[in-house]
Each structure stands twice: as C-alpha cells, then as structure tokens.
C-alpha cells in the first residue's frame, strides 16, 4: 500500500521572510504528524514496530507534545509547566507509557499543546532579542527555538515514516 490521504499541509513559501518561513515550516511539520498517524486506530498508534526500537507513533506525539509545552512554554514564555508524562523516575514516560485506552485522548492533547504554543510563539514577535526563559542558565531566542523544532520535528517525522510503514504499509511524504 503506497497510496496516502489528500495532503492537507500548505508547503512552505518558497519566497518568505525570515519570520514567515520559520512559521510556516514549523507548521508544515506539525501537519506532517498528523498526517503519518490518520487513520491509525489505537492499537496501531501504540505498536512498536521497528525492533529493537520502542518508539510507537503515539510516543512520538507525546513527546511532541511535551517538546511544544516546553519551549514555547516554560522557555519562551518563562512559564513553568509540569510534564505530565515523565519523572526523573520515569524520564522516558512520554515515549513509552501510551496506552491504546488512553491513544486518542493523548492525540488530542497533542493537538491542545499545539493550538497553545501556536498562540505563544505568535505573540512573541521578535526573533532576536531574549525569550523569559532560559536553556540551562544561557539566554536564548526565538529563531533558535523555532529553528530547533523544526529539526525536532524533521527527525521524529522519519521515525514515524519507517514506523508507518512498517504498521500498515504506507508510505508518503
């Protein structure tokens, strides 16, 4: 099976500004996800499939998820937000604990971290000068931010395209 759902995502302007094209790859990105895990069910959203791996496509929203509240929560914004999922005991607990009984509530949570950090970073309008938050004790910006999630979300969307493929076959881009 190679055949995928109507693309949805908006491709990236290939003529941008600086701020517009950071937003709008972040964006693709995030629309890519989605788009690797319609049409799983809850089991198949849960499967490890790509031995000696654990990663799932659900633990890969998760973290996500968690990587979005992160940095353009508590770093952008100098919030401090509690990860729901992991624990110096449990450090892993967003990749590995999802359930198929609690699969679809985590993909939209997924989807409510998303609509939050979306609402953060378009508030904050400049790139360069100092986020309220900090990585360890050094200042950082917005363009380092937003760049760093788009190669997050790069490298997760190949997992999920081996991940993908090995639960039902399909491919895509």
């Not at 929203?61 to 770093?75: A, K, N, S, T």
């Not at 009984?101 to 950090?117: G, P, S």
């Not at 050094?138 to 999920?160: F, K, P």
Request: aromatic share 6%; with cysteine.
């Amino acid at each position: 099976m190679t055949d995928t759902p109507a693309d949805a995502r908006l491709e990236p302007p290939l003529l941008a500004a600086e701020r517009e094209s950071l937003d709008a790859w972040l964006e693709f990105h995030r629309a890519t996800v989605l788009q690797k895990i319609e049409g799983l069910d809850p089991e198949q959203l849960c499967r490890r499939s790509v031995p000696p791996s654990s990663l799932s496509p659900l633990g890969i929203v998760r973290h996500l998820g968690v990587v979005e509240e992160y940095w353009l929560g508590e770093v952008l914004l100098g919030e401090e937000r509690p990860d729901p999922y992991c624990t110096p005991e449990n450090p892993d607990g967003d990749l590995l604990d999802g359930t198929p009984e609690t699969a679809l509530a985590d993909v939209a949570v997924y989807r409510e971290r998303v609509a939050a950090a979306r609402d953060a970073q378009a508030g904050w309008t400049a790139l360069d000068g100092p986020v309220r938050g900090r990585l360890g004790r050094r200042e950082l910006n917005l363009r380092w931010i937003l760049t760093h999630l788009i190669e997050e979300y790069a490298r997760h969307a190949g997992h999920l395209d081996l991940l993908r493929e090995a639960i039902d076959g399909r491919t895509g881009e």
